[in-house]
């Protein structure tokens, strides 16, 4: 029997998903869980551990290799830790070490969130064949990870990319990272929601505050809700325009749930772009939908496996941690 599976975890904010991928990017198994982001360390800890426990009792796990994991940020990739923003009991948790006592004698490698979706539409999405890209997750959080020269480009620590905390408001509301105006503040879900109802737009009869039912009534026509959407588009297109002065990108790919808005977000975003990406070299820069979907972060940390000695990605196992 060969060993040819990646278990792969996504851990953000609101859920923990894992998986058995092999090396066409197909799952055979999944498993998931709530995130519970505002309970104690051990709690969030023994999500995760529910979920290895769906793979690791599965006759396919004879066949795994290595385990990629995907976490909101930031992470550290070289010492095994995370401190995601929106999971506030993880600060350094040592989620790689932890893992790794789940799964012995698996290498483990640790990306963050945007790094694994940008690894996940490079290998199987929008991002594929492209030499210079941004993509992004816009959901609960932001998160960015970046292509250059063809290839992910994680960084040291494996945050490279990491736009959602960019400030573009120098003046704008504190960030739970500590900085003021930054794009996560401005264009995630949640934010996208309280700016709707501190604006005065209310939610329906069935209570969906969330920023789907927001982009439902942008879709409608509601002034406030089309405005929280564009206030977010334009924070996401100084976010790109700034990336593109940096580094020269071709192309942002969007993914997450706010990106399922589709053209209420798309739309003045690509506006948006036209305003913010003024210098010749920046100008044909292009706003896509990611296409990896649900799947990108799942994806993105079996691609971070399968490629993480090409690209650098950081591999610690049992017997070194």
Same mark, same amino acid.
Do not use: K
């Given at each position: 029997m060969h060993n040819d599976l990646v278990a792969a975890l996504d851990i953000g904010g609101t859920k923990i998903a894992g998986a058995l991928v092999d090396g066409d990017g197909r799952i055979r198994l999944r498993a998931r869980r709530p995130t519970p982001a505002r309970e104690d360390a051990e709690t969030v800890m023994a999500a995760v551990a529910s979920?290895?426990?769906?793979?690791?009792?599965?006759?396919?796990?004879?066949?795994?290799?290595?385990?990629?994991?995907?976490? !909101?940020?930031?992470? @550290?990739?070289?010492?095994?830790?995370?401190?995601?923003?929106?999971?506030? /009991?993880?600060?350094?948790?040592?989620?790689?070490?932890?893992?790794?006592?789940? /799964?012995?004698?698996?290498?483990?490698?640790?990306?963050?969130?945007?790094?694994?979706? #940008?690894?996940?539409?490079?290998?199987?999405?929008? /991002?594929?064949?492209?030499?210079?890209?941004?993509?992004?997750?816009?959901?609960?959080?932001?998160?960015?990870?970046?292509?250059?020269?063809?290839? =992910?480009? =994680?960084?040291?620590?494996?945050? &490279?990319?990491?736009?959602?905390?960019?400030?573009?408001?120098? @003046?704008?509301?504190?960030?739970?990272?500590?900085?003021?105006?930054? %794009?996560?503040?401005?264009?995630?879900?949640?934010?996208?929601?309280?700016?709707?109802?501190?604006?005065?737009?209310?939610?329906?009869?069935?209570?969906?505050?969330?920023?789907?039912?927001? &982009?439902?009534?942008?879709?409608?026509?509601?002034?406030?809700?089309?405005?929280?959407?564009?206030?977010?588009?334009?924070?996401?297109?100084?976010?790109?325009? &700034?990336?593109? !002065?940096? %580094?020269?990108?071709?192309?942002?790919?969007?993914?997450?749930?706010?990106?399922?808005?589709?053209?209420?977000?798309?739309?003045?975003?690509?506006?948006?772009?036209?305003?913010? &990406?003024?210098?010749?070299?920046?100008?044909?820069? #292009?706003?896509?939908?990611?296409? #990896?979907?649900?799947?990108?972060?799942?994806?993105?940390?079996?691609?971070?496996?399968?490629?993480?000695?090409?690209?650098?990605?950081?591999?610690?196992? /049992? @017997?070194?941690?």
């Open positions: 979920v290895l426990g769906v793979l690791t009792a599965s006759p396919l796990w004879a066949r795994v290799f290595a385990v990629g994991i995907g976490s !909101a940020g930031p992470v @550290d990739a070289s010492a095994g830790t995370v401190s995601p923003v929106n999971v506030p /009991a993880w600060r350094a948790f040592p989620l790689v070490s932890r893992v790794a006592g789940a /799964a012995p004698g698996l290498p483990v490698a640790l990306v963050g969130d945007g790094v694994a979706m #940008t690894a996940a539409e490079h290998w199987r999405g929008a /991002a594929r064949g492209r030499e210079n890209a941004l993509c992004m997750v816009v959901s609960t959080g932001v998160g960015g990870g970046l292509v250059i020269g063809g290839r =992910p480009h =994680p960084g040291p620590t494996g945050n &490279a990319g990491h736009i959602g905390h960019i400030s573009v408001d120098l @003046d704008g509301d504190p960030c739970p990272c500590g900085g003021r105006g930054c %794009v996560e503040r401005i264009a995630s879900g949640p934010n996208i929601a309280r700016r709707a109802l501190e604006g005065g737009w209310r939610p329906g009869p069935d209570g969906d505050a969330s920023a789907a039912a927001v &982009a439902a009534a942008a879709r409608a026509g509601h002034p406030v809700a089309v405005a929280s959407f564009e206030r977010a588009a334009r924070a996401l297109a100084a976010g790109i325009a &700034a990336t593109a !002065a940096l %580094v020269e990108i071709e192309t942002a790919v969007i993914g997450g749930g706010v990106a399922g808005a589709g053209e209420v977000l798309f739309d003045p975003l690509r506006r948006s772009l036209r305003d913010y &990406a003024t210098l010749s070299f920046v100008r044909g820069v #292009t706003a896509v939908p990611a296409l #990896t979907g649900a799947d990108a972060g799942l994806l993105g940390a079996a691609a971070a496996v399968l490629s993480g000695d090409r690209d650098g990605v950081p591999f610690r196992s /049992a @017997d070194r941690l």
